[in-house]
């Protein structure tokens, strides 16, 4: 009977102690889920790619109670790691870390926590031989655990949390860096995405403000590299045959290690005919086992055409590429498309405006026996469409010359017929009344009448008799002219001749000014273009152009010196602006 009773309060006493068991994995797993709930909810707000991984550091190491966490990330080419976030480190261990994952052999327990896709538990770092010396040395750890923590396409990343002291590890902290692992694969992944959305958006603004083709094609190789992280990336167009890609330009992130002899596509041949059709082609074929190269290529669609062109990346890899990366390509392509589009016309509207500008340019210089006369045109540098500077020399009819020199505002065509106007009406104005004061009172009060209100124009205007050399002018909102004198090598800026801008207001005055010139006197007269010259130091100023009028004024012909001036301004700094500089030097004879 003893012996029943016995059997009996074992039986029990299993049963009890099987129900503890597993009560407390029940407990375990209710705090790994409530664990991974909360991890979901902090993750749940989709960010960048950088902003979710210093998340998930901060995040882990407070779930586990760790002392430090980090993030590595590889390409897949280069075996070194890079750090991408971080918490728990002094700045010297920060420097340390990435000096250690920079090195080929740097990392290895996430290494191999990647390739076996699964968590790496270390209770104590002294027993486990895939730690580096270097590693352990230069700060106290104890335990660590190491995460695979993602791969999008071909980037794969790796957590490591670390403690100070060795420690045990079970089932509920395998269970939640499993999960872990899950939960930031998913935010990872939305977060790429999110990082992609913002490059497109970044992309568009800045190419649909590109007005030069050669700006945009810089613009869409940088951002295809960008885009999908790749090794180098190509813009080509569709040659005249409308059967082959032509390469017009490149990007490339890091120096080449092999060549890349694509300046010509095939569209006949395979994979490439399918951009004719206006599909997306992602390939790994191009390398070889030893050097792999994979590209992504989406087509550049046109509005007469069906596509312009072609803008592929390259990898130096194989590369499993998500449909997410190509249908980004794809946009990145079309907003190409459009830009490349707004530059062409652009560049036609600037050649026409350009004919314009060389046909208000071609003034015949008359020949004067008493002075001699020169002028330079110089376009703006970069890519800034035309402005409306000009200058004329022109024969009155009772033997004296009207000279002007004018900057008409706007840029383009628009501003290129406007000067035509200006031009013009003050020759036509100059038969009735040539007296400066008088010509530029009644071109003021046509363009006011004839222009919008937020267009004028800037304008000197004199009347030189070339048998005394007395000259009369006026002055509307220009740049003030200058007098160099030979005799005492000085300068004068003729600034207190004042006169408000053309098409503004109606019935205005302008003051008039008279002087005369002896021998090798030099008048000059410029606009806005040169003397706004910019250079880190702030603008060129006219101080610099009359020190420059007074070195080269008695030695160089009027050619020379309107050449040398706007080089001298040139090599100071960035002209951004259309520029005239026109000269006349008094030669003494009647």
């Known amino acids: 009977m003893v012996k029943e009773i016995s059997g009996v309060q074992g039986g029990a006493e299993e049963r009890v102690a099987e129900l503890e068991h597993t009560l407390a994995s029940l407990r375990e797993d209710s705090e790994v889920a409530h664990v991974l709930l909360g991890l979901s909810g902090v993750l749940a707000e989709v960010r960048s790619v950088e902003d979710t991984l210093d998340l998930a550091v901060q995040t882990v190491a407070g779930v586990f109670s760790a002392d430090r966490c980090f993030v590595a990330t590889y390409s897949g080419e280069d075996p070194a790691f890079r750090i991408m976030a971080h918490t728990g480190f002094e700045p010297d261990e920060v420097a340390q870390l990435r000096r250690l994952a920079g090195t080929p052999e740097g990392l290895p ?127 080509y ?53 030893e050097a792999p190269m994979s590209v992504v290529a989406a087509p550049i669609p046109g509005e007469q055409t069906a596509i312009l062109g072609a803008v592929l990346v390259f990898f130096r890899r194989r590369l499993a590429s998500s449909p997410e990366e190509v249908e980004a390509l794809n946009v990145l392509a079309g907003q190409a498309g459009m830009a490349v589009e707004n530059a062409n016309r652009f560049e036609r509207q600037r050649q026409v405006a350009r004919s314009l500008q060389e046909g208000l340019l071609s003034t015949e210089m008359p020949e004067m026996k008493s002075c001699t006369v020169a002028a330079v045109y110089e376009p703006a540098s970069g890519d800034k469409d035309i402005g409306g500077d000009f200058y004329d020399v022109f024969e009155l009819a009772d033997g004296r010359y009207g000279v002007a020199v004018g900057d008409v505002s706007g840029k383009g065509a628009e501003a290129a017929a406007r000067t035509v106007m200006v031009k013009y009406m003050m020759r036509a104005f100059a038969v009735g009344d040539p007296s400066p004061g008088a010509v530029l009172s009644q071109l003021n009060d046509a363009l006011a009448r004839e222009m919008d209100d937020d267009r004028f124009a800037t304008l000197v205007y004199g009347v030189l008799d070339p048998k005394s050399m007395k000259f009369t002018i006026a002055r509307a909102g220009h740049p003030p002219p200058m ?26 005055d302008f003051m008039e000014a008279d002087f005369s010139l002896a021998k090798g006197d030099v008048f000059l007269l410029y606009t806005d273009g040169l003397i706004e010259a910019r250079s880190d130091e702030g603008f060129y100023g006219r101080r610099r152009i009359e020190e420059a009028l007074k070195k080269h004024g ?7 010196l309107t050449k040398q001036l706007y080089k001298e301004a040139a090599a100071w700094g960035t002209i951004g602006d259309d520029t005239v500089i026109f000269a006349l030097q008094c030669k003494g004879e009647a």
Do not use: C
């Not at 104890?142 to 071909?154: F, Q």
């Not at 060549?259 to 206006?278: C, F, H, N, V």
């Not at 004068?492 to 019935?507: C, H, K, N, V």
């Not at 008695?554 to 020379?560: D, K, P």
């Open 109 to 235: 327990l996430i290494r191999a926590a990647l390739d076996r896709n699964a968590p790496i538990f270390v209770p104590d770092v002294s027993t486990e031989p895939l730690i580096a010396t270097d590693d352990i040395g230069t700060r106290q750890l104890g335990a660590l655990v190491a995460l695979p923590l993602v791969r999008w396409g071909e980037e794969v990343a790796g957590l490591r949390i670390e403690f100070k002291q060795s420690r045990e590890f079970g089932a509920k902290e395998t269970a939640m860096a499993r999960g872990i692992a899950r939960l930031l694969g998913v935010a990872l992944v939305n977060a790429r995405r999110f990082n992609m959305l913002a490059s497109l958006r970044s992309f568009g603004l800045s190419v649909a403000r590109k007005l030069s083709l050669s700006s945009v094609i810089e613009d869409v190789a940088w951002g295809a590299v960008e885009l999908l992280s790749g090794d180098s990336a190509k813009v």
């Open 237 to 289: 167009f569709l040659d005249a045959t409308h059967e082959s890609l032509v390469e017009a330009g490149a990007y490339e992130d890091q120096p080449k290690r092999e060549s890349e002899p694509m300046a010509r596509i095939d569209l006949q041949a395979e994979p490439w005919d399918a951009l004719m059709r206006g599909h997306a082609v992602v390939t790994s074929k191009l390398g070889t086992e």
């Open 554 to 560: 008695a030695e160089m012909t009027m050619q020379e």
């Open 483 to 508: 007098l160099y004198r030979r005799e005492t090598q000085t300068v004068d800026a003729l600034e207190s001749i004042e006169g408000t801008i053309l098409g503004a207001f109606e019935d205005q």
